[in-house]
């Protein structure tokens, strides 16, 4: 259902984030979590796998043919994933800053990759860099019913209307 201060799901935006298995190795799912959450973004789906890699490889299909593809794809499927989708205002965007440069040398403080990580192959985190690739990620990883439709209270206090 629609709750009060929220906008209808077909007007929500939404991005696809994950923990990739070195920030689920190294225990920061719930610091994670935490940040969308306090910032005021609306968690609507999340899940725990271990991908194939062959679906690494769809995951990351733009970039096949790139000398970093094999590792990369070796890497994401060599343990647990945790998938999301975020909902919120700006939060394609605004989710990218939070999680902050590609490298992680190059990323500031205060980000996600910037606060704990230091290799381009070792960053922690994913999010869609885009409204399309977010809706095409969220295609891939989840089913439409996979995806929880509710109202949050505390948005009265997050979004004038
Ligand atoms: N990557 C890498 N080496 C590179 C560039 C990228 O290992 O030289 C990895 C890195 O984990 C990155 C992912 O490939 O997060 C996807 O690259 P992209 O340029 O899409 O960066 P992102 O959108 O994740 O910031």
Same mark, same amino acid.
């Given at each position: ?5 929220? /906008? ?16 689920? &190795?190294? *225990? ?6 935490? =940040? ?6 609306? #968690? /609507? ?5 271990? +991908? ?19 590792? $990369?794809?070796?890497? $994401?499927?060599?343990? +647990? ?7 919120? &205002?700006?939060?394609?965007?605004? *989710? =990218? ?6 490298? +992680? #040398? ?7 990759? *910037?606060?704990?990580?230091? &290799?381009?192959? =070792? ?7 885009? +409204? ?6 969220? *295609? $891939? ?5 996979? #995806? ?9 206090? /997050?979004?004038?209307?």
């Amino acid at each position: 259902f629609v709750g009060s201060g929220t /906008v209808s799901a077909e007007e929500a935006e939404r991005t696809f984030i994950a923990i990739k298995p070195d920030g689920v &190795q190294r *225990g920061l799912i719930a610091d994670i979590i935490a =940040r969308f959450e306090r910032k005021g973004y609306k #968690l /609507v789906a999340v899940k725990i796998l271990v +991908p194939t890699k062959e679906f690494a490889g769809k995951h990351y299909a733009e970039h096949e043919g790139r000398p970093f593809f094999e590792g $990369l794809t070796d890497f $994401l499927s060599s343990g +647990p994933v945790l998938a999301m989708v975020w909902e919120g &205002q700006g939060v394609v965007t605004y *989710g =990218r800053k939070m999680i902050g440069a590609t490298k +992680p #040398l190059e990323s500031a403080p205060g980000t996600i990759r *910037g606060d704990f990580g230091i &290799q381009v192959g =070792r960053n922690i985190i994913h999010g869609s860099d885009s +409204p399309d690739s977010a809706k095409k990620e969220i *295609g $891939l990883w989840f089913t439409p019913e996979d #995806l929880v439709s509710y109202g949050l209270d505390i948005h009265k206090w /997050v979004y004038e209307k």
